[in-house]
């Protein structure tokens, strides 16, 4: 198995877990941290180790930006639902529906605003 493979691995997983353990202590800490984009920082520092072009790690950063204005909804939905007293998973399902509808959205503006 590649080596840098188990890096990346390690290091993603002790983000997350890490993340998961501070949230129980403080949601709005985890919730500050959840919200940097750490995601996106570790996959361009690991195109950029793995030698991708300046070009796709810029087209993966505005890329990026244009997918998480969909994202952003559920984060208001998601509370709301909650307190009208929806299943957690149910009101999840809603919310990944909505996303998804708005990615959908999205390409669709995208694909005009190209045209």
């Given at each position: 198995?590649?080596?840098?493979?188990?890096?990346?691995?390690?290091?993603?997983?002790a983000?997350?877990?890490?993340?998961?353990?501070?949230?129980?202590?403080?949601?709005?800490?985890?919730?500050?941290?959840?919200?940097?984009?750490?995601?996106?920082?570790?996959?361009?520092?690991?195109?950029?180790?793995?030698?991708?072009?300046?070009?796709?790690i810029?087209?993966?950063?505005?890329?990026?930006?244009?997918?998480?204005?969909?994202?952003?909804p559920?984060?208001l939905?998601?509370?709301?639902?909650?307190e009208?007293?929806?299943?957690?998973?149910?009101?999840?399902?809603?919310?990944?529906?909505?996303?998804t509808?708005?990615?959908?959205?999205?390409?669709?503006?995208?694909?005009?605003l190209?045209?």
């Open positions: 198995m590649n080596p840098m493979f188990l890096v990346k691995t390690a290091v993603t997983v983000i997350i877990v890490g993340v998961s353990e501070i949230v129980k202590r403080s949601p709005s800490i985890g919730a500050l941290i959840v919200a940097l984009p750490f995601t996106s920082i570790l996959v361009m520092i690991w195109m950029q180790v793995e030698g991708q072009s300046a070009s796709k810029a087209t993966h950063s505005s890329s990026t930006f244009w997918y998480v204005l969909p994202t952003l559920m984060f939905v998601l509370p709301k639902l909650l009208e007293k929806w299943n957690f998973y149910l009101a999840l399902l809603a919310c990944c529906a909505l996303t509808a708005l990615f959908f959205a999205m390409e669709w503006i995208q694909g005009r190209s045209s």
